[in-house]
């Protein structure tokens, strides 16, 4: 999505806005821009088509000066992204850069056009800065045509104004997309998230929805939706938090998917005492798992997957009947809910709005709610009654990895928790399955060591057009998860489907050009798996098996490939199997030479629906 910076500086902020810029580049863009107040008052603006690269080609070549500016990357949804629809949008009076989609723009720029406002690009953003110019004509300063346009708009969005004539001001507002302010020394920010403001400051303060707030050089003054002066908390932002470099790795996903032994230690030690052997979840939960009827469990993407593997592991443990649907499905469907359900939201950003719209559902529904969220200081977060939070760190690249296997290792603790309470699992089972988690950062190190193999495997599937990935039980989200992690980054069409459904239609798809890459740990069901690869081998399919030793030794399949992983308990099956389908799909796309990080047409976090 859209990313947003303002500063109101000391000194030139061009170069300040790209760095800050480059700094939210993993949310996804087509095109950027800045704007600065050049000798304070005369608005100047740069833009360009693509990447940040070319922006700041053109900065080189016509460089900008002002103290005061913002600075956008457009990620677009109304209108091409070229650099006439490119942030910021001006007139003579203002200019804006928005995050989101502002719903009613084709009202409101009927309306202002009317009135003779003249529009320069086809957005729906652009409706902003036109309502404001036109107030402001009419007499009204800055924050008063900016609480007044507020009051018109309809949608989700963040949004960042500057004024030519005023060296000192730029207004922020936001609803449904989150902006955060930061206090320098003599110095203000604005923000999509804090790891833009990262170099400049780690004091910030996330607005609340509907909270506009004027900064300057010297204060924030934040405005609730009724426009009175608030006060918000100003919190000191982790280190931790900032962690966005690269390392070594030539890519932010190969660093995230080589974090995953330290990120899943880190969130299991969260919710195990692993000396004890037991859960022992982080936060008193306003619920009793022991008194549910039903959990719903909703989210979006590589979200939703996690969750669909935690279905498996919430009716096995807890016996407690589970529904699970994408956002984008439930909020709409708006399904009737038992008294004493639980819904249960997954989301790395904790942004997502159809998951954040089905989570305002459920609230209003008088579920009890519960978020997985990676990012503490989301929305989904701060609206749901219990958090969990997933200690993965900022995750950069836009296909999840890390992020996948935190929220797993949350979600097994949180089944087994329930299984506890629900009185389905004895203490020894509790021990056995607190044990195995225990376990899992060492053997996802293990499966890390076979990355050459995948690598070498890669080269292959770079050759196919489509790929075809299988799974029973637990494994069937993994070989959802794998195809969508293969085709978000390489392109290359890829299906994940239970193996049991592959006589029910894709079967006809089998011939010896795509590849059919099979997730079985040779678990009880086990044999099922190898009749359907017996079926694809039969139809001249070529089979990549990822199982362990005994699966290998007993699939009696010729394969493309074995991948031969490390022997596990079932539990953690999911997390360990999720490792060769991220790889694959890593190694497949650097043979493309796709761009891993930012995958064309996809945003990190995916603020409007
Ligand atoms: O931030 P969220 O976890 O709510 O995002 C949900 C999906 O957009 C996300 O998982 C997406 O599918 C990933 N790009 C997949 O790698």
């Not at 100047?44 to 922006?55: M, P, Q, V």
């Not at 056009?113 to 800055?142: H, I, L, N």
């Not at 507020?150 to 207004?171: Q, S, V």
């Not at 449904?176 to 003599?186: C, F, Q, T, Y």
Request: glycine fraction near 8%; charged fraction near 20%; include cysteine.
């Amino acid at each position: 999505m859209c990313g947003i910076i303002g500063i109101v500086g000391l000194e030139p902020v061009a170069g300040h806005l790209v760095d800050a810029l480059k700094r939210l580049e993993y949310r996804g863009y087509d095109s950027a821009g800045v704007a600065t107040l050049e000798s304070g008052s005369h608005l100047a603006r740069r833009r360009a088509e693509g990447k940040l690269r070319n922006l700041e080609a053109r900065l080189a070549k016509e460089p900008l000066a002002g103290l005061i500016g913002i600075g956008h990357t457009r990620w677009a949804t109304h209108g091409a992204p070229t650099e006439a629809n490119a942030h910021p949008h001006a007139t003579s009076r203002v200019a804006v850069v928005h995050n989101g989609i502002i719903e009613n723009f084709r009202e409101l720029r009927a309306e202002l056009e009317a009135k003779g406002q003249v529009f320069a690009t086809e957005t729906d953003s652009e409706a902003v800065p036109q309502m404001v110019d036109w107030y402001m004509g009419q007499g009204d300063a800055p924050a008063t045509a900016v609480a007044k346009t507020l009051k018109r708009l309809t949608g989700a969005f963040a949004l960042a104004f500057l004024f030519p004539g005023h060296d000192d001001l730029i207004i922020g507002a936001r609803r449904g997309s989150p902006l955060a302010v930061g206090w320098g020394e003599g110095e203000m920010f604005l923000g999509s998230d804090a790891i833009a403001l990262a170099p400049f400051t780690d004091r910030v303060a996330y607005l609340e929805e509907g909270d506009w707030v004027e900064i300057t050089r010297a204060s924030a003054t934040i405005h609730d939706e009724t426009d009175a002066v608030v006060e918000r908390p100003i919190a000191i932002v982790s280190a931790a938090a900032f962690q966005v470099d690269r390392g070594n790795y030539r890519h932010f996903m190969a660093k995230e998917i080589h974090e995953q032994p330290e990120v899943i230690g880190h969130t299991l030690a969260h919710f195990l005492d692993l000396a004890g052997s037991t859960v022992r979840l982080p936060n008193p939960t306003a619920f009793d798992w022991a008194k549910l009827d039903r959990l719903s469990i909703v989210a979006c993407g590589t979200a939703y997957y996690a969750g669909l593997v935690a279905k498996y592991w919430f009716e096995q443990f807890a016996r407690l009947p589970v529904e699970i649907d994408v956002a984008s499905e439930f909020r709409y469907r708006e399904p009737p809910l038992p008294k004493n359900g639980l819904a249960l939201f997954v989301s790395q950003s904790g942004e997502t709005a159809d998951t954040l719209a089905s989570l305002r559902y459920c609230k209003a529904e008088g579920q009890h709610t519960a978020s997985v969220v990676n990012v503490k200081t989301s929305t989904i977060a701060r609206e749901s009654e219990a958090i969990f939070p997933t200690l993965a760190g900022p995750e950069i690249g836009v296909a999840s990895t890390k992020a996948f296997t935190c929220q797993l290792s949350v979600l097994a603790s949180l089944a087994i928790a329930a299984g506890r309470a629900r009185g389905v699992l004895t203490r020894d089972d509790e021990i056995r399955l607190v044990r195995a988690l225990g376990d899992l950062p060492g053997l996802i190190a293990r499966v890390l060591r076979l990355e050459p193999k995948i690598e070498k495997l890669a080269r292959e599937i770079a050759k196919a057009t489509d790929v075809l990935y299988l799974g029973r039980g637990s494994a069937y989200p993994i070989a959802l998860e794998g195809a969508l992690k293969l085709k978000e980054i390489s392109y290359i069409h890829a299906e994940g489907y239970a193996a049991g459904e592959l006589k029910h239609g894709p079967i006809a798809l089998i011939d010896e050009a795509m590849p059919v890459v099979v997730i079985a740990p040779h678990d009880k069901l086990f044999e099922k798996t190898v009749s359907n690869m017996q079926e694809v081998a039969a139809r001249g399919g070529r089979i990549v098996l990822v199982t362990d030793e005994r699966g290998a030794a007993a699939a009696g399949v010729e394969t493309l490939e074995t991948i031969v992983m490390p022997d596990a308990p079932d539990l953690v099956a999911p997390m360990i199997y999720a490792l060769p389908v991220q790889m694959l799909a890593y190694h497949t796309a650097v043979f493309m030479g796709t761009d891993v990080d930012q995958p064309r047409n996809l945003a990190k976090s995916v603020t409007v629906e």
